[in-house]
């Protein structure tokens, strides 16, 4: 069984995620997927809460509460 799909903003500092929905403006999405937030893509939480600070490969971006909420993501085990 797959774990359930959260928004990002619920994860926790060290927790590892598969992205599996961007929503909002067409723009907004289209910005984030450029810096490697997009469907498919594994994401760790460096600092939990607002501004929610991720890593995506060797760059780090930080997101605040209201656009990490946006991000839909299946929490894996790592």
Known sequence: ?????????YLHAG??????????EPGWVSR???MGVRIGSRVRVVQGGSPCLLQIGDSRLSLRG????????RPVAC
């Open 1 to 9: 069984m797959l774990p359930e799909l959260m928004p990002l903003e």
């Open 32 to 34: 984030l997927a450029e």
């Open 66 to 73: 209201d656009w990490a909420m946006q991000i839909l993501v």
């Open 15 to 24: 927790q590892w995620a598969d992205v599996a929905e961007v929503s909002g």
